[in-house]
């Protein structure tokens, strides 16, 4: 049971990086566009985040889980950990936080105080069920997106917006401004 949670948080995770990536790929039948793929972001949640961090925000550093379900993403440092109640990710991107609101697939944004930074909080149009919450925070001029998603054997005693930039702000002095 607790694998197939994981398995479904970390797809929630993957769709949300799809939904704010865009929908750029070739049609069927049409040659992939050429040029330089995307940079990666200098900041990399799994190597740059100390465990102890991660214990901090009640996560279990054991749990880590690179990329999305193991597959490098082209322009994202993407990093996961979850506890019995949450799944948390991070997304390190080179969006902007401008694209980040621009999203159509993002509602509800609020902004929110991150020691100085300029951050949002928001919810992906398709969880109406509204089990997951992300904190979007700049870093370098581009977004850093902190996502926690309700996923475990037991209920979540928190609500995931508050969660969420709870974990943000304890975070955010790890993240490069």
Excluded: K
């Excluded at 769709?15 to 900041?43: K, N, R, T």
């Excluded at 105080?113 to 300029?118: F, S």
């Amino acid at each position: 049971m607790r694998g197939r949670l994981q398995v479904r948080a970390a797809l929630g995770a993957m769709c949300s990086v799809v939904l704010l990536a865009g929908c750029g790929g070739a049609v069927s039948g049409e040659s992939a566009p050429v040029g330089p793929a995307p940079a990666d972001p200098v900041f990399s949640p799994c190597d740059d985040i100390p465990d102890d961090a991660i214990r901090e925000v009640g996560m279990d550093p054991a749990t880590e889980e690179r990329d999305i379900m193991g597959v490098p993403q082209p322009g994202w440092n993407i990093c996961g950990w979850n506890n019995s109640t949450h799944f948390l990710s991070i997304f390190s991107s080179t969006q902007t936080m401008d694209e980040v609101r621009r999203n159509d697939d993002f509602e509800d944004f609020a902004p929110v105080d991150l020691a100085g930074r300029e951050a949002v909080s928001f919810r992906d149009v398709a969880d109406r069920e509204r089990t997951r919450c992300d904190v979007a925070m700049t870093s370098g001029g581009f977004a850093v997106m902190v996502s926690i998603s309700e996923s475990g054997p037991e209920p979540a005693n928190e609500e995931p917006c508050d969660a969420a930039l709870r974990i943000a702000r304890t975070l955010a002095d790890y993240i490069p401004e």
